[in-house]
């Protein structure tokens, strides 16, 4: 399944960050399985905390919103304090909101506890991929970015299975896996920093931080961006919608367990995110727009065959084909959505378009229950 890409990746690469790619993965993965990992436990979470079924959908929709409004303050909070304050940052919310989680007696405590715990997960989703970034070979960047995939990928399994072992509430803090690699990713951070973050920000450099950046207006002004960002956004609005309603059509049709139904659901949209790159071998060659036309057609496709389909097979290829063209989109229309700009403006476009992406994350879930009232 694809996953939000961090938007606070370091300029500065003063060294080599070695053998850490599997150490940030594991700060990473979580997040993302945080992502998927209620899907298939709502209906438990529903009936404790004595709600509507659908009504416990806020529980994936309130992750989306806390990544959308974490990745950019946690980004912020790095280019102050470096990665080590963003680790930091981002652990002490993922522990709070996981608490919060954890003990809430009602839905909007349980809510809140999940977007505290996804802004801290983004935090530590920026902090991986400032790191990795000093990575010359780019290894690292590549290790985070394919570990973060598969954390979203295998969080409905991963969900499904903690929740049948310690009950439905365990599924709500998958995040917390994240700490395992704390101290590892704090020891990367402080050899990553390098000298040239102190003399950027630090007294002695002559020079003070801009406290204010300019409004992104020649950013959103641009119609290259524009349509990539909206594409991204629909892409991934569908792909976050079917994440809530395939799994859920597959218990339906097949009477299978959550851990079934989440292993069959993890396999399928790994699937159609490994596939993707062949989507991005090809762009090459089928041109611009015939790449939307078929990011469109997918999309579509995928909706008509998750949505209607009477077989639990064709169900998991249409989450499949999502997946596809999601993971596909996010790396073809990141390129579109910077081509016409200075390349000053590239760092703040990639936000802006990554953003696009996790309002999607955030908006899926809850227009899948709005239109299926599961």
Same mark, same amino acid.
């Given at each position: ?20 790619? =599997? ?7 979580? &997040? &993302? ?6 899907? $298939?436990?709502?209906? +438990? ?29 946690? /980004? ?64 690292? @960047? ?5 570990? @973060? ?16 072992? $310690? ?68 892409? /991934? ?19 299978? /367990? ?17 596939? /993707? ?21 997918? @999309? ?38 910077? +081509?016409?700009?200075? +390349? ?20 899926? =879930?809850?227009?899948?229950?709005? $239109?299926?009232?599961?």
């Amino acid at each position: 399944m694809p996953t939000p890409l961090a938007t606070g990746v370091a300029e500065a690469r003063p060294e080599r960050v070695r053998g850490g790619g =599997p150490r940030l993965t594991l700060l990473a993965a979580p &997040a &993302a399985m945080g992502v998927s990992g209620p899907t $298939l436990t709502l209906t +438990e979470a529903a009936h404790g905390l004595d709600v509507p079924a659908g009504a416990a959908a806020w529980l994936m929709t309130a992750y989306g919103i806390g990544m959308v409004v974490g990745t950019p303050l946690l /980004s912020a909070a790095g280019g102050r304090r470096g990665p080590a304050g963003t680790v930091r940052a981002g652990a002490a919310l993922v522990v709070l909101g996981a608490a919060l989680a954890l003990a809430a007696p009602n839905l909007p405590l349980a809510v809140a506890g999940r977007a505290l715990e996804a802004a801290g997960a983004a935090g530590l989703n920026v902090a991986a991929f400032q790191i990795a970034g000093r990575d010359r070979s780019g290894r690292a @960047s590549g290790l985070v970015a394919i570990g @973060s995939a598969v954390g979203g990928t295998t969080g409905l399994f991963a969900g499904a299975a903690v929740a049948g072992a $310690l009950g439905w509430r365990a599924a709500l803090v998958l995040p917390l896996l994240s700490l395992l690699a704390l101290a590892p990713a704090l020891r990367l951070a402080g050899r990553a920093a390098g000298p040239e973050t102190g003399a950027r920000l630090g007294p002695g450099s002559g020079r003070r931080p801009s406290r204010t950046a300019p409004l992104p207006l020649d950013v959103l002004r641009d119609p290259g961006f524009r349509t990539a960002a909206g594409l991204m956004l629909a892409l /991934s609005t569908v792909n976050f919608a079917l994440l809530y309603g395939a799994p859920r059509r597959v218990a339906a049709l097949t009477g299978w /367990s959550g851990v079934e139904t989440g292993a069959a659901a993890s396999v399928a949209t790994l699937v159609g995110a490994v596939l /993707s790159w062949q989507l991005v071998r090809a762009a090459p060659a089928l041109g611009a727009r015939r790449v939307r036309l078929l990011l469109v057609g997918g @999309s579509l496709t995928a909706i008509a065959l998750a949505a209607f389909a009477p077989w639990a097979a064709v169900v998991l290829v249409g989450s499949a084909a999502s997946s596809l063209v999601t993971a596909g989109g996010q790396g073809l229309l990141t390129g579109a959505a910077t +081509e016409r700009l200075p +390349e000053a403006r590239h760092g703040t476009a990639i936000g802006l378009f990554n953003l696009a992406f996790l309002i999607g994350v955030a908006v899926g =879930p809850a227009l899948a229950e709005a $239109l299926t009232g599961a």
